[in-house]
């Protein structure tokens, strides 16, 4: 993914002209380009780019990978929980979440009623092209770490699908290409953002 987000500097644009109703919720799985893509959004659209994960790692002063070692993963769950509540309720923008904030029902029925959910699509060749030389995902710390990705892709699929919307990831476009799509999507629900000359 490093190659993915090293495009990130030169692919910074002017702010189109767009008014974000409510907090856009970045899901899907590891590898997707939740944060990079999120990040480039809310750029675009010159709105807050919030991170649920990084939140949780400044509230705690570890990493997620040190989260889960010393405390688990319930425990890391409740804190994703309220993090997401608390930043659904801040100013409106792009939230990046991890992973697994979305298979939580309470989680997916509260983005529904304060923000928008949108699912990075991402094939399996893709995420694994993406997250097989990182150390730093826990849920992969395996024996066969591509077995995993897989058995987890499988599970978190049918539920990434209860996303208010969704987005097709191309390894083809780049992080400038993918934000766009992303815009593109949203705008086609004018609860959530709106040409602000219209």
Same mark, same amino acid.
């Given at each position: 993914?490093?190659? %993915? +987000? ?33 990040? /480039? $959004? /809310? ?11 990084? +939140? !949780? ?6 990493? $997620?990978? +040190?989260? %889960? ?6 425990? %890391? ?26 298979? /939580? +029902? /309470?989680?997916?029925?509260? !983005? ?5 959910? !949108? ?37 978190? $699929? ?24 992303? !815009? ?15």
């Amino acid at each position: 993914m490093r190659e %993915f +987000e090293q495009t990130m500097a030169d692919d910074q644009t002017s702010v189109l002209p767009y008014r974000l109703k409510k907090t856009v919720v970045m899901v899907g799985m590891m590898g997707a380009g939740k944060t990079a893509v999120g990040r /480039a $959004v /809310a750029a675009k659209l010159g709105v807050p780019f919030l991170d649920s994960d990084a +939140e !949780i790692e400044a509230a705690a002063n570890l990493s $997620v990978p +040190e989260i %889960f070692e010393r405390d688990g993963e319930a425990f %890391f769950r409740k804190r994703e929980s309220e993090v997401i509540a608390r930043l659904l309720t801040t100013t409106h923008g792009i939230l990046s979440t991890g992973g697994g904030a979305f298979l /939580a +029902e /309470a989680n997916r029925k509260l !983005i529904s009623e304060k923000g928008v959910s !949108i699912w990075l699509n991402a094939d399996l060749d893709l995420l694994w092209s993406r997250v097989k030389h990182k150390d730093t995902r826990p849920l992969l710390r395996t024996a066969d770490p591509k077995a995993t990705l897989t058995a987890i892709y499988n599970d978190r $699929v049918p539920l990434y699908r209860q996303a208010d919307l969704s987005v097709a990831c191309d390894p083809g476009l780049t992080i400038d290409a993918m934000a766009d799509r992303v !815009i593109d999507t949203l705008v086609t629900r004018d609860d959530v953002l709106e040409r602000s000359d219209d």
